[in-house]
């Protein structure tokens, strides 16, 4: 594997990358930062969930000259969920080095984006509908541009924003690098490469085939308002001898670990803010077994050397199927099977979808338990201690006690009455967690050949990226309501 320190980075950005977590680089990231350092053009041929924003990101950031207050980079992408995380990997990774970022999408003030413009960002990231309406308004100039990159150029495609994209390519100089990342590559997309970029190097990265043989796999669909108590149960019914919960923020994380933490389940958090000593200081207790449950995010459990652990349960399910298939590798290990629970909300079903794609194992359906079923589950797991208690422990100071009480009562009483003094009844504290925004809807690989491009006005201005978002987002509402229903 290739580590970014051999990269040939600024020590600002190794420090950047370092900071994020992120220590060897994935295949799209070691073949396409070292080309794209050199300035040459680049077609980049990967999935989702391939690493491909920091692929892209990192020769953005290096050469980027802070002094200069003019926008040297460009980035296009389909959908304004998109726009904004790409944004904000773009911070982290040019954090060390104080370089400006701003994105700009249908949907938002407009004028709130000419303000921040005038505050002279050095890269833009946006839909192609509102940076062609900055560019209009003449509030976006690209005379200095020095890198552009389409981002899922596919989905573009799709979603009908090539002559948006076509217009914005006749505004930016001629000498420039432009980077083109698409899933798949239809020949108008290979058009655009041909007229726009200048002998490009393509890059092809086939994820590879992911397998998870002995790690049972579930999901529950459940909407968020819902996700603890169900998670609570779950826990109840299992009986983990050691759990992961993987939650997709800092502050998910913290949150679910004091919840836990009030239902009377041994559960602390790991994620990035913390120290290297109090990460390992947690990390010590989890393999020694006194904590019972650990809550992390994927950045915080990257490169987790844990056997034992039985149960892994997605809190959120991950953006890619790269990170799900690391998350639930934790369990499983050394040929013991495991059981990896993943909780997904209704509008997020495409992102299951993927992940079976890619897994090439379909996920069986699982249906939220019960309090009821939370009280069974404990009730037998403390059968179970009782049993073993009785096959591990000397009891023969026990026994003279055990031949009164059975003179005072009935057997079957006594031992009922042992097991609920043993058994952990589930717990109902109310808890307070925060609601995250869902993963943006996306479009299913199976409909992209029904896709109906977007008619492009030469006269229309504004927010026709958010327009066409809305209607495009109405028509994956059906579609996946009869996908559901199949």
Known sequence: MTKFKDLNLSEATLKAIDKMGFEEATPIQAATIPVGLEGRDIIGQAQTGTGKTTAFGIPMIEKIDTHNNSIQGLIIAPTRELAIQVSEELYKIGGGKRVGILAVYGGQDIQRQIRALKKRPHIIVGTPGR????????????????????????EMLNMGFIQDIEAILSHVPTERQTLLFSATMPKQIRAIAERFMNEPETIRVKMKEMTVSNIDQYFVKVQQRDKFDVLSRLIDVHSPELAIIFGRTKRRVDELANALSLRGYQAEGIH??????????????????KIDVLVATDVAARGLDIS???????????????SYVHRIGRTGRAGKEGMAVTFVEPREMSYLKEVERTTKKRMTPMTAPTWDDALIGQQRAAVTELEESVAKNDLSQYKTFAKDLLDQYDAEQLVAAALKLITKEPDRTPVRITSEASLPQKRDSFRSKNANPRKSNGNRQGNRSSSNNRSYNRDRKNTRRKFSSQ
């Open 308 to 322: 034992g652990v039985t149960h892994v349960y997605n809190y959120d399910i991950p953006q890619d199927p790269e």
């Open 272 to 289: 990035g803010d913390l120290s290297q000593a109090k990460r390992l200081t947690v990390l010590k207790r989890f393999k020694e077994g």
């Open 131 to 154: 940076i062609l309406d900055h560019i209009n308004r003449k509030t976006l100039k690209l005379d200095h541009l020095q890198t552009l990159v389409l981002d899922e150029a596919d």
